[in-house]
């Protein structure tokens, strides 16, 4: 049974209040999600459903919108991959955000530049996410200052972003080269090994990493039965000598 979209069990009382009421749509509400936004980044805790309504109320105030909480929202969006969070945030973000600023067709207003390019950095890590191309993943975000400065609001992000990584892995491999892996985790020495060992809870046997049978890796005969009446390949049959009128 899957988890209900807006289940979010450590929400406060006050968050479920007004979302559960017609306050999610009063903009004087847009500082208390604000501050419940930052909570969520100290506290590696998690609320996709009260972001999203912070982010539809910024659609409707504009005015109200801050950058920095903006990308708050999007990074935490990358540490629950491959959900589909990320994309459903940056669907409600204004369409002149999202294009890239040589092909905008809108001049941006005041700190829209910085927030334009801090989402395209970020949709580049979601697509690297998203293509399983993790090594890649690691590397973009050494190669550039403004991924230190957007991450350096969300606690444990790298963290949190290896054991979804090593989660994702888990559901399609049973093995894997240590090297590869290393670079996957962008982790080496006893430090990936602690992560694998106790975190994970893999074996090691030689210069490879075992990765225990779960439902979602474990290789699974189908037998396929055909359920054809002989009475239907007669018809076949019979069309293909008839000649077309």
Request: charged share 20%; proline share 5%.
């Amino acid at each position: 049974m899957g988890v209900a979209f807006d289940l979010a069990p450590e929400r406060p009382d006050h968050i479920n209040l007004i979302l559960d009421g017609l306050d999610r749509y009063n903009p004087e509400t847009t500082s208390v999600f604000q501050d419940y936004i930052m909570q969520q980044c100290e506290n590696q805790t998690y609320d996709c459903f009260a972001n999203l309504a912070l982010l539809k109320l910024y659609q409707f105030n504009p005015h109200l919108a801050r950058d920095e909480t903006i990308t708050n929202v999007l990074v935490k969006a990358l540490t629950v991959f491959p959900n589909p969070d990320f994309s459903l945030s940056i669907a409600l973000l204004p369409p002149h955000v999202l294009a890239p600023l040589s092909t905008s067709t809108q001049t941006p207003a005041a700190g829209d530049a910085p927030l334009s390019e801090a989402v395209q950095k970020l949709n580049i890590l979601n697509n690297l996410l998203a293509g399983a191309d993790y090594t890649s993943f690691w590397a973009t975000l050494d190669s550039d200052d403004l991924y230190a400065d957007l991450i350096a609001d969300v606690s444990g992000f790298e963290e949190l972003m290896r054991v979804r990584i090593a989660a994702t892995v888990s559901q399609s491999i049973r093995e894997v080269d240590r090297s590869i892996l290393e670079s996957w985790l962008n982790q080496q020495g006893r430090d990936f090994e602690q992560f694998v060992g106790s975190v994970c809870g893999w074996s090691t046997d030689g210069n490879k990493i075992k990765i225990p049978i779960n439902k979602d890796n474990e290789a699974k005969g189908t037998v396929v039965r055909e359920n054809v009446k002989f009475d239907q390949f007669s018809r076949v049959i019979k069309r293909s000598y008839e000649q077309p009128a």
